[in-house]
């Protein structure tokens, strides 16, 4: 069976800071992969997406970046965090090939705080 | 571009009474819907989709594309249905990510 890690699932850093959250699935092969983060009130906003290695499309401009350096890896990352990247983060994958490449499997989550 | 939109922050019902969680969108492609719940302390998770036109956990939710609607409903709410939910929209080709209402959370009074 498929399976999602992320981790860690919580982190507290200063600003100007790095930053590096990692997702990877097991049980599965060329999945789609998305990073989303969730905030109260706002929703879950699409950050970044993949459909294969070293694909990565982004849909908000902002002080993230992502990469996807192996077929099952999917890497969050910033090079100076701000105090608005605090939030929750979440990695989620899905099968492109099956009827269900919209339905998205989700990792528990990374709470960031950003002091 | 997909928008979807869900007008409740906050509903709060009876145990026994019925639920009606809304949603609209803005798609002019194919839209295919989902709806999603978050539990306390458990990952966020898929409910149910509008193909598969299936009753999970006594909920059902009809797409209505003449008023682009996918509004979730049950008869009688449960205190276990208290949760946050999340209507998602992407299109039947599947060549475009999911895009999610902000929410809206489902409080289930005894």
């Known amino acids: 069976s498929q399976t999602i890690h992320q981790w860690p699932a919580t982190l507290v850093q200063p600003v100007g800071s790095p930053l590096s959250l990692e997702c990877t699935v097991e049980g599965t092969s060329n999945p789609n992969l998305y990073w989303y983060r969730q905030a109260a009130g706002r929703g879950l906003q699409l950050l970044f997406y993949s459909v294969g290695i070293g694909q990565i499309s982004s849909e908000v401009p902002q002080n993230l970046s992502a990469s996807r350096p192996q077929d099952r890896q999917f890497i969050l990352s910033s090079k100076k965090l701000l105090l608005s990247d605090s939030g929750f983060y979440l990695c989620a994958w899905s099968d492109p090939r099956a009827s269900g490449a919209n339905v998205l499997t989700f990792g528990a989550g990374s709470r960031l705080t950003v002091l | 571009a997909q928008r979807v939109t869900q007008p409740e922050k906050l509903l709060s019902v009876f145990k026994g009474a019925p639920v009606e969680l809304k949603c609209n969108y803005s798609?002019?492609?194919?839209?295919?819907l989902f709806w999603y719940v978050q539990y306390s302390r458990q990952r966020l998770q898929l409910l149910l989709r509008h193909i598969s036109r299936e009753s999970i956990k006594g909920f059902t939710a009809d797409l209505n594309k003449g008023e682009t609607s996918f509004h979730l409903k049950k008869p009688f709410a449960q205190e276990e249905d208290s949760a946050m939910y999340y209507c998602?929209?992407?299109?039947?080709?599947?060549?475009?990510?999911?895009?999610f209402g902000k929410g809206t959370r489902l409080s289930v009074i005894a």
């Open positions: 998602a929209l992407s299109d039947l080709s599947g060549n475009t990510p999911l895009v």
């Open positions: 798609y002019s492609g194919s839209p295919e």
